[in-house]
């Protein structure tokens, strides 16, 4: 019997205009009405979530950041915290530089009204504006001087992505944890680099632990390359039609419809008749 569903948003629950359909949206109320525990679990950061899943009308836990932070929506406090070390932000950053990439810096400054930081001279202004007015440029050389770093992300095209990603690989084996992202319409590829237990599996096991729900009781649902662990290792691991092909072939099960015809409602109507 599953209790707890875990939910990602952006080619997920999200269409592509950004919208949770009507019928997504009533599937997950009827969830939540017969008891199960509706959990986000999204790379987005945490006040992007909070403002898409605010007109459920009940409180939420979202995982956000991939796993970096959880916090309850009703109170915004934080259940789970994972920061990159300062030493490890400035091997990052020197590596980052040697290569010719220009880091996005992801921090925990909600309250402050600030989710990004990153340098005058990042490239990738389409990414960072589209954080509304959450984010800050600073100088090259005050990079790493910035705390509560949650995650670093590397936008490029697919080859200097994996070029860097195999170059931090062979300097810091599992050091870190990595995700690299295809299925986005903002970049061609984005590389995160977050603290070894920062995905989304790990802070969703950590919390249904303290809920007493074991991984077979949850289903999660999700479309690209960062939902795999989750998919791989819960009750009912779904990917979306439109999702990645890595993501589909790790999957349980496969939805008929994508994130643009109610996907998530097709596996909630059927598995929790």
Do not use: W
Request: aromatic share 10%; charged share 25%; hydrophobic share 35%.
């Amino acid at each position: 019997m599953y209790k707890l569903i875990a939910i990602d948003l952006d080619g997920t629950l999200l269409n592509d205009k950004k919208e949770i359909s009507k019928k997504d949206f009533e599937s997950i109320l009827r969830a939540y009405h017969k008891g199960l525990i509706i959990v986000i679990v999204t790379g987005r950061s945490y006040y992007s979530a909070k403002k898409i899943v605010k007109d459920f009308g009940f409180d939420i836990n979202i995982i956000s950041n991939n796993g970096a932070i959880l916090r309850y929506s009703k109170n915004d406090n934080d259940i789970i915290l994972k920061h990159i070390k300062q030493d490890d932000l400035d091997y990052l950053l020197k590596l980052s530089y040697d290569m010719g990439l220009e880091p996005t810096i992801h921090v925990n400054y909600y309250r402050k009204g600030i989710d990004l930081i990153t340098s005058f001279d990042n490239p990738n202004k389409e990414y960072i504006m589209s954080y509304e007015n959450r984010y800050i440029f600073i100088n090259k050389e005050d990079m790493n001087k910035i705390k509560k770093a949650l995650s670093l992300v590397y936008i490029d095209d697919k080859i200097k992505i994996n070029h860097f990603y195999g170059q931090l690989i062979r300097t810091y084996g599992d050091r870190f944890s990595y995700h690299i992202l295809e299925n986005l319409r903002v970049c061609g590829a984005m590389l995160e680099v977050q603290e070894k237990r920062s995905t989304k599996y790990q802070t969703l096991i950590e919390y249904a632990h303290m809920v007493g729900i074991r991984p077979e009781e949850i289903i999660a649902i999700g479309d690209d390359n960062n939902d795999i662990e989750m998919i791989q290792n819960v009750g009912l691991g779904v990917s979306m039609r439109n999702g990645t092909q890595l993501c589909k072939m790790n999957a349980s099960i496969v939805t008929n419809f994508d994130n643009n015809n109610s996907g998530v409602s097709e596996v909630l109507d059927f598995y929790l008749k």
